[in-house]
């Protein structure tokens, strides 16, 4: 049944809101009472929730590469609702594949998709922000945005990238009033693992990338996290007065995650006397 918003709803734009973590957050922030418009490269999987919730869910179409598009849909979130108080960047797909097998095309998509799509989509919401004085851009990167393993290196490489570039992002508009939140999630039942897009195999790859190939396969469904979960973990986070940059969601996340930094401290402390002081001043 459709509730008239509250005054202090919030309005959000969510990427990919179809299905995995979008649908979770969606049916969250209509949960909450909240106005979302919903974009998705097929909004006709929408028509069903759209036709109850009139009057607070919006779908547009939109595909993250087309630029376009991403225009448009920024127009069409403002001019539903007044305008954007939380941008959600999660549209994106998973990608299986040695650097080798990688072809350029591959991981020109990967970055095209989950990369700059997000940081388009980010660059057409900010002056509305700024206008405002605030606002949240949430980037739905992974875990693998912070490590990497054999076989995920373009997944990784985007969602890499997206970090950065977002990290930076935050310290440049904190004092703008607009909040940054990196959003790393683990394993979860999504679609993700099923939808795989995957490079064509090298057979001297077999034992590492085959293995990883074999095993996401594998998992698809079987994964411990629960988006509605997730879904709920970003509403607390938004909630909080001092909001953290990053949110590692599942406990596979926050182990592999500690178990990277300090991988990266022992490397420092490995290499600390050939990196500083006079050790990299000799003749």
Not at 218 to 245: H, I, M, S, T, V
Request: charged share 20%; net charge negative.
């Amino acid at each position: 049944m459709n509730t008239t918003p509250a005054p202090e709803a919030r309005r959000w734009l969510i990427t990919g809101a179809n299905s995995g973590f979008g649908a979770a957050f969606t049916a969250a922030a209509l949960a909450a009472g909240d106005l979302v418009v919903a974009a998705v490269r097929r909004p006709e999987t929408l028509a069903a929730l759209a036709a109850e919730h009139p009057d607070r869910l919006t779908v547009v179409p939109l595909d993250v590469a087309d630029a376009e598009q991403c225009r448009l849909a920024v127009q069409a979130a403002e001019a539903a609702y007044g305008h954007v108080d939380v941008l959600v960047n999660n549209a994106g797909f998973g990608t299986v594949g040695a650097v080798e097998e990688t072809t350029e095309d591959e991981l020109r998509h990967a970055m095209e998709v989950m990369f700059f799509g997000p940081i388009r989509l980010t660059r057409l919401v900010l002056p509305g922000m700024r206008r405002r004085r605030g606002g949240t851009i949430v980037q739905l990167t992974s875990m693998g945005g912070l490590l990497a393993f054999s076989g995920v290196s373009s997944y990784c490489a985007a969602k890499g990238a997206l970090e950065q570039a977002s990290e930076a992002l935050a310290a440049e508009v904190a004092p703008l009033g607009i909040r940054v939140l990196i959003v790393e999630p683990g394993a979860f039942r999504t679609e993700f693992n099923g939808a795989l897009q995957t490079a064509a195999p090298i057979a001297d790859y077999e034992a590492t990338v085959g293995a990883v190939r074999e095993n996401l396969a594998a998992d698809n469904g079987k994964q411990p996290g629960d988006p509605a979960k997730a879904a709920r973990a970003l509403l607390a986070a938004l909630d909080l007065p001092e909001p953290p940059l990053r949110l590692a969601l599942g406990d596979d996340a926050v182990s592999a995650i500690r178990d990277k930094l300090a991988s990266v401290a022992a490397d420092l402390d490995a290499t600390a006397r050939l990196g500083t002081g006079d050790a990299i001043n000799f003749a």
